[in-house]
């Protein structure tokens, strides 16, 4: 597959880095040689080229004409638009754009961007939100992903003194055929586990659960997470995009606090958001004196939104101290969200992830739902729609082999979100969550293609 990217900055760079490890055909244009040079040093498979996103005469060059897909992340939400549509005319089969504007997400104006040739557009600050909310909505979980509009859910958990019930026994005796959850993934220390039926849990492992909303309940007290406080105030360090989003989109039993150093945005949401929203305060949100003044200790989370990882890793750590139970901390060195994760910090929240599982999934041949990277576990999850005479199809669950490192989480029928044994046969149209060991999760692609043609069959040899 061809992939051009322009914008060699942090996120193009992150991009281009993971997609050359899919044995994908690469190039990153962008006109500042300051910002490919560490690329093209690198040991990554991949081409630099230091021309003009813009430029007709650069596309060419790039091999636009041939590109499978074309992504615009350049710090120029125009730049990145006008791009994409000219990627568009001289050939480019797919292009998606990293926007910063919410006007352009709504519904009206996607559809005139669809007519301008881009398939697709990013806006990470809204989709980085949406994932706070959803686990400030959990406060006992790490990760909650809806599959199918909530058909399935997945639930990630730090399993603490609580859960002893669990450790020790094979996975086959806890995850029977008519037990209402399947853990289908398990971050331990460093190492991301696809489970078999001999893994055992232990105390300090992030467990991931697939089950059905209505046996939630059932997880959260298997975990020993009854008693966490449902979250009804929390705390925010800064005031940037990610966080004005956050309060707009907030559940209305929510109340926030806001702490900003910089005295014009302060000003500026102020003007933006409603009294009734969140209660905006210039200070620097570090200083535990002032913490204190503001509350800290009646608050359920906080969350350390500002550009800095430091800065938020350390807040939230001073939180945590404070008694807030709930932290969530927005991580964009890739470096740091291990760190975070062994400070047992919440909630991690990194853009080039979430962009990044927005653009795998414009990767796929097969009519793929949606796809996930989990922040803190080397790990995907997609929802693959099955097609009429696909090969998934053709036999049950126990007579196929998938590539190691893969397992199916569930599906989902009709609506109804169903359990998968071996003896489960999947039929065309049904919805399966394919859980997968990060980079692998292309190989499952044709298993659920309608055919394998000459092209597919190729692209699987090169792929292995």
């Known amino acids: 597959m061809k992939i051009i990217i322009a914008g060699a900055g942090s996120v193009g760079t992150h991009l281009a880095e993971l997609l050359s490890k899919e044995n994908q055909d690469i190039v990153v244009v962008d006109e500042n040689p300051a910002k490919t040079e560490a690329l093209s040093s690198s040991d990554y ?10 430029s007709i005469v650069g596309l060419k060059e790039a091999g636009v004409q041939h590109a499978d897909l074309f992504i615009a992340v350049t710090p120029s939400e125009t730049t990145n638009v006008t791009c994409c549509a000219l990627a568009h005319t001289l050939g480019a089969k797919k292009t998606v754009a990293r926007v910063d504007n919410w006007e352009w997400m709504q519904p009206a104006a996607q559809a005139h961007f669809k007519g301008m040739g881009i398939d697709s557009l990013i806006y990470p600050e809204t989709l980085a939100a949406a994932e706070i909310i959803e686990g400030l909505k959990r406060s006992w979980a790490r990760q909650y992903w809806e599959v199918h509009g ?3 859910v997945m639930l990630g958990v730090k399993l603490r003194e609580e859960a002893a019930a669990l450790y020790g026994k094979p996975l086959k005796k806890l995850c029977k055929a008519d037990t209402p959850y399947h853990i289908v993934a398990v971050k ?30 059932t997880i959260r007290q298997l975990v020993g997470k009854e008693n966490y406080a449902d979250v009804k105030d929390v705390m925010v360090m800064g005031g940037g995009s990610i966080a004005f989003h956050v309060i707009k989109n907030r559940p209305e039993n929510m109340r926030m606090k806001v702490i900003e150093m910089n005295e014009a945005r302060c000003q500026r949401l102020n003007e933006i958001l409603n009294t009734e929203d969140a209660m905006i305060i210039q200070g620097d949100g570090r200083d535990t004196h002032l913490l204190l003044e503001e509350g800290i200790r009646g608050m359920q989370a906080f969350c350390a939104l500002t550009p800095n990882a430091e800065n938020n890793i350390l807040a939230c750590l001073a939180a945590k101290r404070l008694g807030v139970r709930k932290t ?13 994760e062994k400070l047992d910090i919440g909630t991690i929240i990194n853009k080039k992830t979430i962009a ?28 693959f729609i099955a097609q009429e005479g696909s090969e998934i199809t053709k036999n049950k669950i126990m007579d196929m082999s998938f590539p190691r490192g893969v397992t199916l989480g569930g599906l989902v029928r009709d609506g109804v979100g169903l359990p998968i044994s071996g003896n489960t046969q999947i039929k065309a149209g049904d919805i399966v969550v ?13 298993y659920f293609a309608a055919s394998t043609s000459v092209i597919s069959r190729l692209k699987s040899a090169l792929i292995h």
């Open 328 to 340: 969530v901390a927005q991580v964009e060195n890739i470096e740091y969200v291990s760190l975070a």
């Open 150 to 152: 909530g058909a399935l």
């Open 356 to 383: 990044a599982s927005h653009i795998y999934r414009m990767m796929m041949n097969t009519d793929v739902a949606s796809l996930h990277r989990l922040t803190i576990a080397n790990a995907d999850v997609a929802e």
């Open 434 to 446: 394919v859980f997968s060991l990060a980079g692998l999760i292309q190989e499952m692609d044709h």
């Open 45 to 54: 498979d991949l081409m630099t080229l230091n021309v003009s996103p813009t």
């Open 188 to 217: 331990r220390d460093e190492q991301t586990i696809i489970p078999t039926g001999d893994t055992e849990l232990r105390k300090g492992d992030i467990a991931y659960f697939m089950t059905t909303k209505k046996h939630i309940l």
